[in-house]
């Protein structure tokens, strides 16, 4: 018979354990709780609750029929106490989200009887317990049937061409566990970690610094390899799983090495476009340590803005930058609206192309967004690589490729003949008291100049807008300016931007 942590490896290795606590990284091991399982029990939202239970029974537990039974008069320590005089192995909890009250409860009473309990979220207990009775019958077969619900995933991602990253995402997220994608040189073009899943992410983390530390290499044949990451040993499913998508990679693999060889473009474009649009922001940036699993995870929320037929994101987590190649539709003719959505989700300014209706046009498109963030990034007050959160001074923001020269522009007004010193005379009525003071004043001068709304003012600064006029009223009973005079914003802004340089070098 199988045993508790075969079954959690082969047929819910998504689950997590609630009971040990630490069940996840010691079941199997010497002393910890590892029973073998001998049939499946579905608890019914009525009494009798199980029937017919017998010794090495796992008891799928939904909570809706917990719920039920609680409200109904059953307590979650009788229900417990019930199982372990039928001598059940485990339970397999299976909800929405986190445990709720009863099943909380329930969870406490069987740590206190030293029952292993795991957590299943979003699964069907029907369909659940179908799977796991196929497994106890016919282990291979049931082993068979989901490597091929997991072909058939990666297969639909293929055809839609969403990429080596989603392919590799979808084999992942099956697994619960690391998964990379190598060329035929060992490097990774491809890695994903699963949502949530912290041994996962710490796995890649250390797989991206010494990519021999993998759990399992399957060959695809003549283009690289499969990875399957972390200390965990391998389980059936996993070798599974491995064998059966190889061959798809493989040809995924060729068919990008083709386009590249014939000169085309590695991804395929969003297929409601033409037109379409390039979005570039910063990925990694140097003197910033950002886990591989974060940019993972940033990876995983970008992609869930838009449908593939609108997004495609290139590259993976050790890409320089995020590049997203985005279909533009009747509601937001240039893209600006998804960009603005792409930067809230990185934390970071990000450029958008012109558009574009030639596919061969993209890669040049590209480096237009490129330039465009890069003259951005030299603009004052903004330091290369600018990361936005509930401190900064200002929002994420997007800048768009036909206004490069503007950004340019502004880039060199420090430059101008006596500027730094004419623009410190005007503004020195700001520039007294600490340094910190200093810089809000002039944050809050620019905000106020750059947006001519108080509230989009408040909400680049991240504060209420009552506190933006405190401020406005303060900067103005300070230095006797009158913020509405056309004449003196043009003078400050030139000014703000200037001295933004100085304090910024």
């Avoid at 199997?28 to 010794?55: F, K, N």
Wanted: cysteine-free; aromatic content about 2%; overall charge neutral.
């Amino acid at each position: 018979m199988p045993t508790l942590r075969q079954i959690w490896r082969d047929v819910v290795p998504t689950a997590t354990w609630l009971s040990p606590v630490d069940g996840a990284a010691r079941a199997g091991a010497q002393g910890a709780p590892d029973p073998e399982i001998g049939w499946v029990r579905v608890l019914r939202a009525r009494v009798p609750a199980l029937e017919g239970l017998e010794p090495g029974d796992l008891a799928i537990v939904p909570e809706p029929a917990l719920t039920a039974l609680v409200a109904g008069g059953a307590e979650p320590s009788a229900i417990i106490a019930e199982l372990v005089r039928a001598g059940v192995a485990a339970l397999l909890l299976v909800g929405e989200g986190s445990p709720g009250p009863s099943a909380a409860a329930l969870v406490e009473a069987a740590r206190s009887q030293a029952i292993p309990a795991l957590a299943l979220e979003g699964g069907e207990p029907a369909a659940l317990e179908r799977s796991l009775v196929g497994y106890l019958v016919n282990r291979r077969a049931e082993l068979d049937r989901r490597a091929a619900q997991v072909d058939a995933t990666v297969e639909r991602l293929a055809l839609e061409d969403r990429g080596l990253g989603a392919l590799a995402g979808a084999i992942g997220a099956s697994l619960a566990r690391a998964v990379a994608i190598e060329d035929e040189r060992g490097l990774a073009v491809a890695v994903h970690v699963p949502e949530g899943n912290s041994e996962a992410a710490a796995a890649a983390t250390r797989y991206l610094a010494q990519p021999r530390q993998v759990a399992l290499r399957v060959r695809l044949p003549g283009v690289g390899t499969l990875a399957l990451l972390g200390p965990q040993p391998p389980s059936e499913l996993d070798r599974a799983v491995a064998d059966r998508v190889a061959p798809l990679l493989a040809l995924e693999m060729g068919r990008e090495a083709a386009r590249r060889a014939r000169g085309g473009a590695p991804d395929a474009l969003p297929s409601d476009g033409p037109p379409w649009v390039v979005v570039i922001g910063r990925q990694i940036v140097r003197g910033e340590d950002v886990p591989a699993e974060e940019r993972a995870r940033r990876r995983d929320r970008l992609v869930r803005l838009a449908p593939a037929r609108r997004l495609l994101l290139r590259g993976d987590v050790t890409s320089v930058d995020y590049r997203v190649v985005a279909a533009l539709v009747d509601d937001d003719p240039r893209g600006v609206s998804l960009a603005s959505r792409i930067a809230d989700t990185i934390g970071r300014d990000v450029a958008v192309s012109r558009p574009f209706v030639d596919p061969a046009e993209r890669s040049a498109a590209e480096a237009e967004a490129r330039a465009t963030l890069e003259a951005v990034e030299e603009l004052p007050g903004r330091p290369a690589g600018w990361s936005g959160d509930a401190n900064a001074a200002t929002a994420p923001r997007v800048v768009l490729a036909e206004r490069i020269a503007a950004y340019r522009l502004l880039g060199e007004l420090h430059n101008l003949p006596n500027g730094p010193r004419l623009a410190a005379a005007l503004l020195a009525p700001l520039l007294v008291g600490s340094r910190a003071a200093q810089r809000r004043r002039i944050a809050t001068l620019r905000a106020v100049l750059d947006h001519p709304a108080g509230s989009s003012a408040a909400q680049a600064l991240r504060v209420h807008r009552n506190t933006l006029q405190y401020r406005v009223d303060r900067l103005e009973a300070l230095t006797g300016w009158h913020l509405d005079d056309p004449d003196l914003r043009l003078a400050l802004a030139v000014a703000v931007r200037i001295v933004q340089n100085d304090q910024a070098d």
